[in-house]
């Protein structure tokens, strides 16, 4: 099992800096193809959302597509891949940031009982989970 790091995923959704996008592009297709087995964690995810949105300047959907397309690739272990998926969604369609969105789905996940916050943005989402 190989651990990929948020660059490898950047070069790979950028196709910006060639040699190593091709040897991201690699691993990633060895990985869809069943060669080898690849992890990451929530924190690199996190780490992508971040470089795009505020370092490249990526609009929302633009990083909604990028971490959709992160979220979706065969081979490719996430941790709490589901939550994700879920918190990508609920970022996409409100205006809540995608660590208040995942924390809104991990509360969901865990099905917690109450969630406190004194964000009042966030307090008005809380009815959903």
Do not use: H
């Amino acid at each position: 099992m190989i651990f990929v790091d948020t660059n490898y995923f950047l070069r790979f959704l950028r196709n910006d800096i060639p040699k190593q996008t091709e040897e991201a592009k690699k691993l990633f297709f060895q990985a869809a193809d069943g060669q080898i087995r690849l992890i990451t964690s929530t924190i690199v995810v996190f780490e992508i959302y971040w470089v795009l949105s505020s370092f490249y300047g990526y609009k929302k959907m633009e990083v909604v597509r990028s971490l959709k397309g992160v979220l979706g690739l065969r081979g490719v272990e996430i941790e709490d891949r589901e939550v994700l998926d879920e918190a990508v969604d609920l970022y996409e369609k409100t205006n809540l940031g995608l660590e208040d969105a995942y924390n809104l789905a991990y509360a969901k996940d865990r099905k917690v009982g109450e969630f406190r916050t004194f964000d009042k943005k966030l307090q008005k989402m809380c009815g959903s989970v």
